[in-house]
Nanobody, 124 residues
């Protein structure tokens, strides 16, 4: 019954910005971690950023300094502000969540719930 829905993807030029949103709903649910992953065609799913319920954050080296993850606990919503976008950022971006504190936060297999993804395309 838990559902995550991503919005905000699109087609932009290199150097532009986008903000992705992900809202969790369906039942009483307060995930400890909410995260963003991405997957480009022919590539493995890749960790992007994570935020805990107490608002601690962590980022992949490839996006550090350009992307910012934020969370609205009252509405179970997580955001990804993406600045200075590059063609290599092109991918389907997925929102993920989990209730447990156990396990590494950079691995998709440690998350329980996933959105269906939103496409981000950055042209050169």
């Amino acid at each position: 019954q838990v559902q995550l829905v991503e919005t905000g993807g699109g087609l932009v030029q290199a150097g532009s910005s986008l903000r992705l949103s992900c809202a969790a709903s369906g039942r009483a649910f307060s995930p400890y971690y909410m995260a963003w992953f991405r997957q480009a065609p022919g590539k493995e799913r890749e960790f992007v950023a994570v935020v805990s319920r107490d608002l601690a954050t962590n980022y992949a080296d490839s996006v550090k300094g350009r992307f910012t993850i934020a969370r609205d606990n009252a509405n179970n919503t997580v955001y990804l502000q993406m600045n200075s976008l590059r063609p290599e950022d092109t991918a389907v971006y997925y929102c993920a969540a989990r209730s447990s504190r156990f396990g590494g936060t950079r691995y998709g297999e440690n998350y329980d719930y996933w959105g269906q993804g939103t496409q981000v395309t950055v042209s050169s």
